[in-house]
């Protein structure tokens, strides 16, 4: 009876909110997009877990100077606990990384993703957002994690390689019914004006071919100081608070916490929607 209550209880609670960070092409600032998203909402007193899925070289931890000794492979092949692959950052978010090769991520066996779950359910229960870094472009086979998003970011650039696989990720997520809150972040802009000029034909090109529609869009200036803060590996967020692109990104950091109340996929526990997005036990 207890039991139940406290399952009720746990219900009606609103669980975390999954933000997924996408690009079409790569290098086009999604892992610092995330990682500086991360480290304001963690100022403003919130908890984070950023789940790293890219793959690349630049990963969000090297972007940071986050020293990750395990990845989401080792709880299962080494038989760690959760506490040991997920890495408290000195930034005051959580950071899990999915290691190479995703495809084994969905193959592990029940039993062993039941121990996930149950551990995994602690320290979800206390997270008011999950925000994930995609590997660049599309990927059928994380159909579930795009689907299993609150807010979607889509990043791109003007050069128009980005644009034009941004689009074509877009139609494909359009057709596939993608249901969550869309918002563009244009990085790199040479002023605001290109940065507010294409986010405002983007918008109206993809309300217009796809059933997709953005929220809003928000822009970055190339910033050389951008780039000092990756040598530096340090979040720019912190260490130049007054550029421009500190100032994208609260903007796209304010809207992630203003429809908190409207989440696409505001049932169900934390655990349950980490299945969903593992593609686990379906
Ligand atoms: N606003 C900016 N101003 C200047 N340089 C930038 C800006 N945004 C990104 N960069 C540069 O682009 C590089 C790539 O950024 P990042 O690693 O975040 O891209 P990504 O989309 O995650 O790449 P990948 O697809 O490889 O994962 C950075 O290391 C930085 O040098
Ligand atoms: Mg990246």
Known sequence: MIEDQ??????????????VFASGKGGVGKSLVTLNTAVSLAKRGKKVLVIDMDVGFANLDVLGGINVKHTLKDFFNEGLSVKDIVEETAYGFSLLSSGNDVEDIYAFEMGEMERFFSEFQMLGSEMDYVLIDMGAGYSEKMDNAYMASDDFVLVLTPEPTAIMDAYTFLKILSLKGLKSKLYLMVNMANSLNEGRMLGKRFQEITSKFTTLKFEKSYSMLNDIRVKKSVRE??????????????????????AIMENQHEMVNRKGSFVEKIKKFFRWGR
Do not use: C, E, W
């Not at 406290?6 to 933000?19: E, G, I, M, Q, Y």
């Not at 260490?239 to 994208?248: A, D, E, M, R």
């Open 233 to 254: 590996q340090k979040p720019f967020v912190l260490s130049y608070k007054h550029i421009q692109p500190t100032f994208g990104v609260m903007g796209l950091v304010s």
């Open 6 to 19: 406290a399952v009720a209880l746990r219900n009606s609670v609103d669980t975390a909110k999954f933000v």
